[in-house]
């Protein structure tokens, strides 16, 4: 893409923003019919794909909306189905997903003897606490194998004053360090160490019929150890191999490449689009960021229960009632540990600690200490301002702590085995509680976070906040007030029925009209699905498109604040972004995504205008044509060449 184009892209995007925003008048002139099948295609769905809008013209756009308002009526595409199989941490439960994929794979765990498991107490007395003289004596004392191990896991400034022996336990540990080392180059052996010369070039650069046959020829365990060792870009084309190697070398990617994986074949495939679409959306309006505390907790637990969050808490929910919404999110594992809840605390709680056990056959004793840490906020602001009223939503600091007591107790069960949202009455703050002007009364116990979700969910500030956000993300990034209105009352009068809200949106003069037209910039996830949509492309594996999609600033599941990503094309238009989204566009167009096939034949033989009107949907821009022409000036227009100039170009990268 030449300079030029670059530069006709950044003004031709800047120009919808707010600020350089379409008039409010164009919010009152129509759109034609065949704009409305493309722009129900480009907001309901990640991008049409060829024959796309034949179908929706075939049914009606108000057909055809109502069906994906119930993805129910709509028969899921059996290939999706099939894509998904092998992915299945995406089905079971958090428990079992923390047995079967631990962090690191069991023979690579190296726990060293402990010392009262080879020394007595007296013997440990005596070589920790005694002079260096008795220390010398216990020491010599052993056999010389067990001098070996005890020396090798004694801390150094056990043995102060006893240079000689300080240097025998370094050379102990360095000797159980070589050891250690070899153990895991048998466990984990590189590809020198199974294949000749000839089979690694093979390994790292064959094509996949190569690879096919190269694994093929191994034996099963020799095939795994393989797959392990080889970078897993190298095992894009083959998916079945990469996810084995990655389960016997890192187990936690494999569930975090689930997750990743299955969301780009779902918005990919999926004939439920409006579903996929608003799983995207309320997953962002519900953040949780995947690699939470994995410092301190090197499980990595969040990243365990965010297929159950999406699947139980997201999903049953999208186009039901907000409150339901809301309170499964509050209530599930992933957000309790996300915000920090489960170990938000009465600071009574330790009194009513001392009276009982809370759970028969937990050692509540060592919980307890990790989540003495009381009253924890976190969620009692984020909950209010960031997923129901807003930041101008008429709260206080006094509601956020009122909000904060009411779910004291909302807690983990089994946190790092088999964890499931608990209460735990013990940690729960009985006292009377004022939420926004509603009285709460004393000896409550899980009823006042329940009272606090349907207080919340009530709210006239919700109704106005959720109804903007849907209005942000489906219409225009300053999206009419009277739009907005009209979508709060609809959400008032149906106590939040989220079916209701999307009808009003979608069924709107606002909706289909030229102020919405274009409106909104794709973020990466959607330019990256909906390029491939467009080409008409079939993806083998999705694992190279997740890694793009990070690379443009949208690592999935990966946003660290609680806001979730923006749904306004502001924070996607800096020229690096967009620079990256072309070199992705010409990487695709030439058929060079791992995983990823596309057929051109459509496109072959057409002119530039052709070309950009099947890959668009429509006539390519006056901006477009100009710089497709700059592109092309002095070179053979290629189907392909062309096809990523039009990904490229402002009219792909809005919707």
């Not at 390994?203 to 095939?223: H, M, S, V």
């Not at 990617?253 to 799983?279: F, H, I, M």
């Not at 990823?596 to 052709?610: F, I, M, N, T, Y």
Request: aromatic fraction near 6%; glycine fraction near 8%.
């Amino acid at each position: 893409m030449t300079r030029l184009a670059l530069g006709l892209t950044v003004a031709a995007l800047v120009c919808v923003l707010p600020g350089g925003t379409k008039a409010g008048g164009r919010f009152e002139t129509r759109l034609t019919k065949d704009q409305q099948i493309l722009q129900v295609l480009n907001r309901l769905t990640f991008g049409p794909r060829p024959g796309d809008a034949e179908e929706v013209s075939r049914l009606g756009v108000d057909k055809w909306m109502d069906l994906q308002l119930h993805p129910e009526r709509i028969s899921e595409n059996p290939v999706l189905e099939e894509k998904l199989k092998p992915l299945e941490t995406l089905r079971i439960q958090p428990g079992e997903i923390i047995a079967s994929y631990p962090q690191t794979p069991p023979g690579l765990v190296f726990r060293p003897t402990p010392l009262n498991e080879l020394l007595s107490q007296d013997q440990i007395r005596q070589i920790l606490n005694s002079t260096a003289e008795e220390r010398r004596a216990a020491l010599d004392a052993l056999t010389p194998e067990k001098r070996k191990q005890v020396l090798s896991v004694v801390a150094p400034q056990q043995l102060t004053g006893l240079p000689d022996i300080q240097k025998e336990a370094e050379a102990a540990r360095q000797e159980q360090l070589a050891e250690r080392q070899k153990q895991i180059r048998k466990l984990m052996p590189q590809l020198a160490d199974l294949l000749t010369q000839d089979q690694i070039q093979t390994a790292l650069r064959g094509n996949t019929d190569q690879l096919k046959e190269l694994f093929g020829f191994l034996d099963p365990e020799k095939r795994q150890q393989v797959a392990a060792a080889l970078p897993p870009q190298t095992l894009a084309q083959l998916p079945e191999y990469r996810r084995m190697g990655l389960k016997s070398k890192q187990p936690q990617q494999v569930v975090s490449g689930d997750l990743k994986e299955g969301k780009v074949y779902r918005a990919l495939y999926s004939n439920r689009q409006l579903e996929e679409v608003l799983v995207d959306f309320w997953f962002n309006h519900f953040n949780v960021f995947e690699n939470k505390n994995v410092q301190i907790q090197p499980q990595g637990v969040v990243r365990m229960l965010l297929a159950s969050y999406e699947r139980d808490a997201i999903r049953p929910h999208v186009l039901g009632k907000f409150k339901d919404l809301l309170l499964a999110t509050a209530r599930h594992p992933a957000m309790l540990y996300y915000l920090d809840n489960w170990e938000s605390i009465s600071p009574n709680a330790f009194d009513s600690f001392l009276v009982g056990p809370f759970a028969a056959g937990q050692n509540l004793a060592q919980q307890f200490s990790r989540q003495a840490h009381g009253l924890n906020e976190n969620y009692g602001r984020e909950v209010m301002e960031l997923h129901t009223l807003g930041v101008d939503g008429g709260y206080t600091q006094a509601d956020v702590i009122a909000v904060a007591r009411c779910f004291t107790g909302w807690t983990i069960r089994q946190p790092t085995t088999k964890p499931e949202f608990v209460f735990a009455s013990f940690m729960h703050d009985t006292g009377e509680k004022v939420v926004l002007g509603h009285t709460i009364a004393a000896g409550g116990g899980e009823q006042d976070g329940l009272q606090a979700i349907d207080i919340l969910a009530h709210h006239p500030s919700t109704a106005k906040f959720i109804s903007r956000k849907l209005a942000e993300r489906f219409v225009a990034d300053d999206p009419p007030q009277s739009l907005v209105d009209r979508m709060a009352q609809t959400f008032a009068k149906t106590d939040g029925d989220l079916r209701a809200v999307l009808q009003t949106m979608f069924t709107s003069p606002e909706f289909f009209s030229e102020g919405a037209w274009d409106a909104k910039v794709k973020s990466p996830f959607e330019m990256v699905v909906s390029a491939v949509r467009a080409m008409g492309g079939e993806a083998s594996d999705t694992f190279t498109l997740v890694q793009k999609i990070a690379e443009l600033g949208e690592p999935l599941y990966g946003k660290l604040e609680p806001t979730g990503y923006p749904e306004t094309g502001e924070g996607w238009l800096s020229t690096a972004n967009l620079l990256g989204r072309m070199n992705f566009a010409t990487t695709l167009a030439s058929g060079q995504v791992p995983g990823v096939k596309l057929d051109s034949s459509r496109l072959e033989g057409k002119d530039a205008a052709a070309i950009a009107r099947e890959v668009l949907g429509r006539p390519a821009s006056d901006q477009t044509l100009e710089a497709l022409a700059k592109g092309l000036e002095g070179k053979e227009p290629m189907a392909r060449m062309v096809a990523s100039l039009v990904l490229s170009s402002p009219d792909f990268q809005r919707r």
